[in-house]
T-cell receptor
Framework: KQEVTQIPAALSVPEGENLVLNCSFT??????LQWFRQDPGKGLTSLLL?????REQTSGRLNASLDKSSGRSTLYIAASQPGDSATYLC???????????FGQGTTLQVKP | NAGVTQTPKFQVLKTGQSMTLQCAQD?????MSWYRQDPGMGLRLIHY???????DQGEVPNGYNVSRSTTEDFPLRLLSAAPSQTSVYFC????????????????FGPGTRLTVL
């Protein structure tokens, strides 16, 4: 059974720092992996999607990498800002059915 | 486009009551799904649908019913509410199979916060 884990559960950094959020999964047979952002009391917003054949995707200050063989993905946030404060979730799509399997999330606080 | 809309935003039920959580999307997406989010457990899939008239169970389907009579709507019914169903419920939609570019992602509604006393 596919399991997705995100460590740490919470992270606090000063503004301007570069940071890495980690996501690991137990079954390397995935179709794609997505990173989402969730603000308190809100729904999820997709940040980046990496297909299984890709190594990384970039959007602005965000870079997501995927290493299927080791079952790991990272989300790199450059020059963090207070507006980046949110919960970040990674989700694995095992077979292009849209039946996502989510990690528990990492709650990020960026202090001014 | 309104995207994915959910009603109500908040709901309090007593044990044993039934209710329907509404979900609608205006993006002509074939795929729709329901998740619940509990503290420390991430989101878990309840039911999903790949098109009108087609539904299937996810990871945690017990106590919930769904139907899909139109492409736009995917209501979630709680048959007899229990305190264990206290959670935040999210509806999501996407094109199916997941296509290229912006169509690849799933779009989530704002959620319904349900408390069962």
């Amino acid at each position: 059974k596919q399991e997705v884990t995100q460590i740490p559960a919470a992270l606090s950094v000063p503004e301007g720092e570069n940071l890495v959020l980690n996501c690991s999964f137990t079954d390397s047979a995935i179709y794609n992996l997505q990173w989402f952002r969730q603000d308190p009391g809100k729904g999820l917003t997709s940040l980046l999607l990496i297909q299984s054949s890709q190594r990384e995707q970039t959007s602005g200050r965000l870079n997501a990498s995927l290493d299927k063989s080791s079952g790991r993905s990272t989300l790199y946030i450059a020059a963090s800002q207070p507006g980046d404060s949110a919960t970040y979730l990674c989700a694995v799509n095992p077979s292009n059915t849209g039946k996502l399997i989510f990690g528990q999330g990492t709650t990020l606080q960026v202090k001014p | 486009n309104a995207g994915v809309t959910q009603t109500p935003k908040f709901q309090v039920l007593k044990t044993g009551q039934s209710m329907t959580l509404q979900c609608a999307q205006d993006m002509n997406h074939e795929y729709m799904s329901w998740y619940r989010q509990d503290p420390g457990m991430g989101l878990r899939l309840i039911h999903y649908s790949v098109g009108a008239g087609i539904t299937d169970q996810g990871e945690v389907p017990n106590g919930y019913n769904v139907s899909r009579s139109t492409t736009e709507d995917f209501p979630l019914r709680l048959l007899s509410a229990a305190p264990s169903q206290t959670s935040v419920y999210f509806c999501a939609s996407s094109s199916f199979p997941l296509g290229q570019g912006p169509k690849r992602t799933q779009y989530f509604g704002p959620g319904t916060r349900l408390t069962v006393l």
